[in-house]
């Protein structure tokens, strides 16, 4: 069986994000049972110099929304990164999964070659499809997932290594 463009970046995005919803809820059950604010869930960072909670959400969220786009030559939704609750990360993470799941896997299936160009900060960056998903796409959103459970980790919520690689066993 061969895995095509779409096979290996969009259901992978989808189950990422999936599963850092899943991570937030029981951030929020555990907020709940020991009697923490949930919010300030929000604002933890583990160094001054990087982003807080909110931020890795936002960039997990852009990281996939923006890549779907980018390969499959179409436009994403554009959120303002103004959340300042889970209630409201757990919203942008949905609307994100509506999107990828609303790309059609024909706009990016056989997309290995196209140029993909963009700037990141002050960098201009360019790839073929097949080197943005493998070099760029999987590694950045996987950063930004990993950051996000290491926070909650981190604040107390008790997540284990299952809570991040949720639906791996197919079926």
Do not use: C, W
Request: hydrophobic share 40%; charged share 20%; net charge negative.
């Amino acid at each position: 069986m061969t895995l095509s463009l779409y096979d290996i970046s969009v259901p992978a995005l989808v189950r990422g994000l999936q599963n850092l919803s899943h991570q937030i809820d029981k951030a929020v059950a555990f907020a709940r049972e020991s009697g923490v604010d949930a919010d300030d869930f929000v604002q933890a960072r583990l160094a001054a110099d990087m982003l807080t909670f909110a931020g890795q959400v936002q960039r997990a969220s852009d990281t996939a929304k923006f890549g779907a786009a980018r390969l499959s030559g179409g436009q994403s939704p554009s959120f303002p990164d103004d959340e300042t609750t889970l209630e409201q990360l757990q919203a942008r993470i949905a609307s994100t999964v509506a999107y990828l799941q609303g790309v059609p896997a024909g706009e990016i299936e056989g997309q290995e070659a196209r140029e993909i160009r963009f700037t990141a900060g002050q960098n201009e960056l360019q790839f073929s499809g097949a080197d943005y998903v493998r070099t760029f796409l999987l590694p950045n959103f996987y950063f930004h997932l990993t950051i996000a459970y290491g926070l909650l980790r981190h604040k107390g919520v008790p997540l284990g290594k299952l809570d991040f690689l949720r639906g791996a066993q197919p079926g």
